[in-house]
Nanobody
Framework: QVQLVESGGGLVQAGGSLRLSCVASGVIFSINAVGWYRQVPGKERELVAT???????NYGDSAKGRFTISRDYAKDTVYLQMNSLKPEDTAVYYC???????????????WGQGTQVTVSS
């Protein structure tokens, strides 16, 4: 079993920055693709950014040019640096990882509990 714990959310004024972190723990052989998603009440969860095990990143339209995803392989951690925040970025942000849990390649998808980001105008 793999647990993901996000941190770094909070209240920030428009134009400000936040850095989210997500650390994985448990039975981990390797971590493959990781990503950040966000959700507001009444709407579907949407992609913010993903990054592969080779470091190739992909961003949702709302994140391009403002957010940066990165990962620390040694710490089993993924980060989301968010700059120039806007009120419409307000959401619960979730971390997602595809984790290989055995040497034979068994993979699971794990989600964190989410961290609230609120951007005031």
């Amino acid at each position: 079993q793999v647990q993901l714990v996000e941190s770094g959310g909070g209240l920030v004024q428009a134009g400000g920055s936040l850095r989210l972190s997500c650390v994985a723990s448990g039975v981990i052989f390797s971590i493959n693709a990781v990503g950040w998603y966000r959700q507001v009440p009444g709407k579907e969860r949407e992609l913010v950014a993903t990054i592969t095990s080779r470091g190739n990143s992909n961003y949702g339209d709302s994140a391009k040019g403002r957010f940066t995803i990165s990962r620390d392989y040694a710490k089993d951690t993924v980060y989301l640096q968010m700059n120039s925040l806007k009120p419409e970025d307000t959401a619960v942000y979730y971390c997602n990882m595809e984790v290989t849990t055995t040497p034979t390649g068994f993979r699971i998808i794990s989600w964190g509990q989410g961290t609230q980001v609120t951007v005031s105008s």
